[in-house]
């Protein structure tokens, strides 16, 4: 019985690219009371591999979190295998507007404390008591509303190349750090006010907005299906667009163009770019927005340092990150005290 990867991610690309076959990046979560993670991973680690299903999946007992990438022609399997399963069937499946074939490279199902890590230890507090549901066109009528705040739910590296106009985009590094700073901020406007919230592809709203309820907010609407379906309506509706710039995404693409809006700048040069990299040095790997013209002065690094290492022998490399832990700069993405031009804390 296989419940891991036989492949490495190198030779797996190089069997999608001999295929030739087209594959369909997409997402979906649902919250649920999950009795027996550790087996229910099993089994979709198990059916997944068969469907040559790839991509990054966390199981806990309150529910699933799935980003994933499947062969188009076993979309219809794989659909049906979802339906089986009692709290997933007609689950929303958030597509993505641009498509990769190479967007996952291998098959990893994690079994977690919960889906979306929140820092929360309040047994009082019920997730599925969640906000209103809205759809993109009842979403750009509310938050063109004087009462109105509408708040981006997501990480300060993901608003700063997109988001939606008049939003409040939290400067914090998780969707953690982003709860108390947000009731803090609207702690006088909890009956006043609606909240409105967005994020990706909704499962950190679907959280935000069951907490904010908690916490005595009378008003609180989510943008259902997150920016990912905001932008299918959008095309599909002939509607207005709000969303200015990229949508960053959790894969190889790390961003889906919205809208033409280049909102961001190169953390090297400053100029305006929206292009997110990782360091090129395996010991650093920090995420950062790179030019094309930084990518090849800086032979794709983050900093002077790193492209000195890069230009050792790999096996000097080697040698140089035994014994020391990744630094905690890969997970500030992009707050690196090397980059001139990026976003401040």
Avoid at 89 to 105: G, H, T
Wanted: proline content about 2%; overall charge negative.
């Amino acid at each position: 019985m296989q419940l891991y990867n036989k492949l490495s991610a190198k030779e797996r690309a190089a069997l999608i690219d001999e295929a030739g076959e087209d594959r369909l990046t997409l997402s979906f979560y649902q919250y649920a009371k999950i009795g027996n993670p550790h087996l229910f991973r099993n089994h979709l680690f198990i059916a997944w591999d068969e469907l040559a299903v790839l991509g990054r999946i966390y199981v806990a007992h309150e529910g699933i979190n799935a980003q994933l990438s499947v062969p188009a022609q076993n979309f219809e399997a794989f659909k049906n295998f979802l339906d089986g399963i009692y709290f997933l069937e007609n689950v929303r499946l958030n597509i993505a507007i641009e498509q990769d074939a190479k967007s996952f490279l291998k098959l990893k199902v994690k079994v977690r404390d919960k889906i979306v890590a929140d820092g929360l230890n309040d047994e009082t507090f019920d997730v599925t008591n969640k906000g209103i549901h809205v759809d993109a066109a009842t979403f750009n009528e509310l938050i063109e509303s004087d009462d109105v705040v509408l708040v981006d739910m997501r990480n300060h590296y993901e608003s700063e190349i997109g988001h939606f106009k008049n939003a409040v985009t939290p400067d914090v590094d998780t969707f953690r750090d982003s709860l108390d700073l947000i009731e803090e901020d609207l702690r006088d406007h909890k009956e006043d006010k609606k909240l409105v919230m967005y994020c990706t592809g909704g499962i950190r709203c679907e959280k935000a907005s069951a907490y904010y309820k908690h916490k005595g907010f009378k008003q609180v609407y989510q943008l259902e299906g997150g920016i990912i379906e905001y932008a299918r309506q959008v095309e599909q509706l002939k509607l207005e667009n709000k969303f200015k710039g990229k949508n960053f995404v959790f894969d190889h693409r790390r961003g889906e163009r919205i809208s033409e809006d280049i909102i961001s700048n190169c953390h090297q040069c400053g100029k305006p770019c929206d292009t997110h990299v990782n360091c090129e040095n395996e010991a650093c790997h920090l995420l950062f927005i790179q030019c094309e013209e930084c990518a090849e002065a800086m032979n794709h690094t983050c900093s002077d340092e790193c492209k000195e290492i890069i230009a050792l022998p790999y096996e000097v490399q080697k040698e140089l990150r035994k014994g020391i832990p990744n630094s905690n700069k890969i997970f500030k993405k992009g707050r690196s005290e090397k980059l001139k031009f990026q976003r401040k804390a």
